[in-house]
Antibody, heavy 126, light 107 residues
Framework: QVRLQESGPGLVKASETLSLTCTVSGGSISGFYWTWIRQPPGKGLEWIGYIDYSGRPYYGRNTNYNPSLKSRVSISLDTSKNQFSLKLTSVTAADTAVYYC??????????????WGQGTLVTVSS | DVQMTQSPSSLSASVGDRVTITCRSSQSINNYLNWYQQKTGKAPKLLIHGASNLQSGVPSRFSGSGSETDFTLTISSLQPEDFATYYCQQSFSTPRTFGQGTKVGSK
């Protein structure tokens, strides 16, 4: 059973870069779209983006980002460490949130997020 | 972006009640609709994928229905552990989007 664990600084200064890593254990890192999702305190869920490691031919490590964050976000993958990472530049207080990593599964008839990491709170300070 | 709208935003119910939550998408998403349960301080947990497919290990009192733009999550007999917030999410297109959530509280 695949398990995910986020790690990284819990406090980031405004205008700097937020960097988080998600470690995949208990199974293969291939076959998923590795995803970041965030949730501001007391609010709903926002999809940040994914990196494709589904293993489909010709797709390689395609990334797909939320247009609302696209200019500031990048997601990368390190298969040697079974990790994927998030970088979000020029952060502001609006980026304060619990950040979740998740695996998106693309089956023949549906697509869903499972598993999820436990989440890590990142606070942007001024 | 596909907008997802849930109703109600919150509800109060008692153990044993039948609970229904609806989710509407701003355009047709076929059956690419998932439901998640989130308890305070925890990550969301997948309940239903593909509008009506019960995730392995999820109790059968949870069920999902609908297609195109209108979807429903039903809890047939609410249990104490079901008090939580529920989110719908579309996976038809990117960016993936979630409903605003429905908080199920105790009456």
């Amino acid at each position: 059973q695949v398990r995910l664990q986020e790690s990284g600084p819990g406090l980031v200064k405004a205008s700097e870069t937020l960097s988080l890593t998600c470690t995949v254990s208990g199974g293969s890192i291939s076959g998923f779209y590795w995803t970041w999702i965030r949730q501001p305190p007391g609010k709903g869920l926002e999809w940040i983006g994914y990196i494709d490691y589904s293993g489909r031919p010709y797709y390689g490590r395609n990334t797909n980002y939320n247009p609302s964050l696209k200019s500031r976000v990048s997601i990368s993958l390190d298969t040697s460490k079974n990790q994927f990472s998030l970088k979000l530049t020029s952060v502001t207080a609006a980026d304060t949130a619990v950040y979740y990593c998740a695996g998106e599964v693309d089956s023949t008839s549906s697509i869903w997020f499972d598993p999820w990491g436990q989440g890590t709170l990142v606070t942007v300070s001024s | 972006d596909v907008q997802m709208t849930q109703s109600p935003s919150s509800l109060s119910a008692s153990v044993g009640d039948r609970v229904t939550i609806t989710c509407r998408s701003s355009q047709s998403i076929n059956n690419y609709l998932n439901w998640y349960q989130q308890k305070t301080g925890k990550a969301p947990k997948l309940l239903i994928h593909g509008a009506s497919n019960l995730q392995s290990g999820v109790p059968s009192r949870f069920s999902g229905s609908g297609s195109e733009t209108d979807f429903t999550l039903t809890i047939s007999s609410l249990q104490p552990e079901d008090f939580a917030t529920y989110y719908c999410q579309q996976s038809f297109s990117t960016p993936r989007t979630f409903g605003q959530g429905t908080k199920v509280g105790s009456k």
